[in-house]
């Protein structure tokens, strides 16, 4: 797409597209998306909403009615109103310079022709096919896009999705749009529908995305932007502001190949994270239902007391989760020879989201939805019209004094994103370390054992440095092994624009996918 002259934003939209073919465990045209995006030319950076909303026959009082404490994490409940073609849309609209048709072409080639089994996906495949046949039956729509055969895919075997490419290209000949209204809309409506979902075809034709303003902290200088909530930027945002009350590890000893060599910042980094979590479960939803204090929480004196209250000797023992954990998410960071970027991520939340595949228009859903509450108390409680709190955030740094990005980053993790951008930022400024040292160090994230429980499961990657672990567990630290390059750690990637990028005289780029991953970075 750079190539021929596109635009940072044209490339975001071409890859999330080619992502929901050939990676769909993770995205999807049935996901939600968050962007950021920086105009060089207005040198002004943007957020755009992209996630969906309930349908307006939600009701969490017949759903308790009904004998219901949760929403279940699978099946047509846990579906909102899939809020990406949307996004895309309107980023193409106010900064794209292709055609759809052309933004398309790859994604509609690699569905329509095929493309080889890979082992990613073979392994989602299988892994959710006992999660789909005990929600929704075997014979679900699932089995019969994902699981043609009534076998696992062999390894380079060709997957064909000829339902998805039609809908793909009605998107390039009718537009976007096409995807909420017309024939399409109306087809989705009828899936959903015979799925046993609430979205209906005017919840559909009803849903727009939203631009806003980014929100940000300062951390030692550096200005960490962000998507303001539903996303949990602000999750990133807080623990950072927690973590600048201290000082870090004297650089360059304190961080490398082998992650922070001291166990003091990881126990900080924990107990931030903690702290951030708990005021995610308290506070964070559709700021258009219930009104999100983002100032209030980022308050200096308010994140003095927070940091002053962290035991640094000894593990705190933090409140029940009241959100569950889990995800299933890509993210992606372009930028053009102008000096436009994008950080944007795009989620069916667990791996092929609800399990709903609509085999007529080759769609599959997110499950969203079951992250919305059923106890009227609760700030996410579900609600008609409603987005739901989202674990997923992207980000960019920039410098003091400097007009443009100097990174471009974000990660993929569920519950780990806020606390892996938190230990990237960390990395790059308090390390001074290059951002391909920062992506692949060992990394660790608390989270909760099971839904509704305390987060207290610390994973931490093996690689870390002699001494960190026995430390941590002295502290009071309970650790969860996991394996070198851990997929379960998330994954994240990261551009940076080099003395000022592509569009500045002697201005480069580098960038860096996750080794956890099977991402590649791609420059031109």
């Not at 109103?81 to 609209?93: K, L």
């Not at 790859?106 to 493309?115: N, V």
């Not at 989602?124 to 895919?153: I, K, N, Q, S």
């Not at 974000?410 to 040292?437: E, L």
């Amino acid at each position: 797409m750079l190539r021929s002259g596109g635009s940072a934003v044209d490339a975001a939209i071409a890859t999330n597209a080619v992502l929901g073919v050939v990676m769909p465990a993770g995205c999807g045209l049935g996901g939600d998306a968050f962007w950021l995006i920086w105009d060089a030319a207005s040198g002004r950076q943007s957020a755009l909403n992209g996630s969906g909303r309930a349908p307006a026959a939600a009701s969490a009082a017949v759903l308790r009615a009904s004998g219901l404490t949760v929403l279940p994490k699978s099946g047509p409940l846990s579906i909102t109103v899939p809020g990406a073609v949307g996004s895309w849309t309107d980023a193409h609209a106010r900064h794209g310079r292709l055609s759809r048709a052309a933004i398309l072409a790859p994604a509609i080639e690699l569905a329509e022709a095929g493309f080889p089994a890979w082992d990613g996906f073979i392994e989602a495949v299988e892994g959710t096919a006992p999660r789909v046949r005990g929600a929704l039956g075997p014979d679900a729509g699932f089995f019969a896009v994902y699981r043609p055969h009534g076998r696992p895919w062999r390894p380079g075997e060709r997957v064909r999705l000829p339902a998805l490419a039609a809908t793909l290209r009605t998107l390039a000949d009718d537009g976007f749009e096409a995807f909420y209204t017309g024939d399409l809309g109306e087809r989705q409506a009828r899936g959903l529908a015979a799925a046993g979902s609430a979205i209906s075809a005017a919840d559909l034709a009803g849903h727009t995305s939203t631009w806003t303003e980014p929100i940000s902290t300062d951390y030692r200088g550096v200005r960490v932007t962000t998507h303001p909530p539903n996303s949990s930027g602000l999750v990133a945002l807080e623990s950072l502001a927690i973590l600048a009350q201290f000082e870090p590890p004297a650089a360059p000893g304190g961080f490398g190949a082998e992650g922070v060599t001291d166990p003091a910042w990881v126990h900080l980094g924990i107990e931030a994270a903690k702290l951030a979590m708990a005021d995610r479960d308290a506070f964070l939803t559709d700021p258009a239902f219930r009104d999100v204090p983002v100032d209030g929480l980022l308050a200096p004196d308010r994140i003095a007391r927070l940091a002053a209250g962290i035991d640094r000797r000894r593990a705190s023992s933090p409140p029940r989760a009241t959100n569950p954990p889990g995800g299933g998410t890509v993210y992606l960071a372009t930028v053009d020879a102008d000096g436009n970027a994008v950080s944007l991520i795009e989620s069916n939340y667990l791996g092929f989201g609800s399990g709903v595949v609509d085999p007529d228009t080759g769609i599959h859903y997110q499950n969203r939805g079951s992250y919305f509450s059923l106890d009227p108390a609760h700030p996410n409680v579900l609600e008609p019209g409603k987005r739901t709190l989202h674990t997923l955030l992207p980000g960019m740094l920039f410098r003091d004094g400097v007009v443009g990005p100097w990174i471009v980053v974000g990660a993929m993790g569920g519950d780990a994103q806020p606390q892996i951008h938190a230990q990237f930022v960390s990395a790059v400024v308090d390390g001074g370390v290059d951002i391909r040292t920062a992506v692949a160090a060992p990394r660790w994230f608390v989270e909760p054992a099971d839904h509704f429980q305390p987060p207290v499961d610390v994973s931490l990657e093996p690689r870390h440095a002699p001494g960190v672990a026995e430390a941590l567990e002295s502290m009071g630290h309970r650790l969860v092994p996991t394996q070198e390059f851990d997929s379960g750690l998330g994954h994240e990637h990261a551009v940076e624009l080099v003395d000022g990028g592509p569009s500045a005289s002697g201005g480069s780029i580098a960038a860096t996918t996750d080794p956890r991953s099977a991402g590649l970075p791609a420059v031109w």
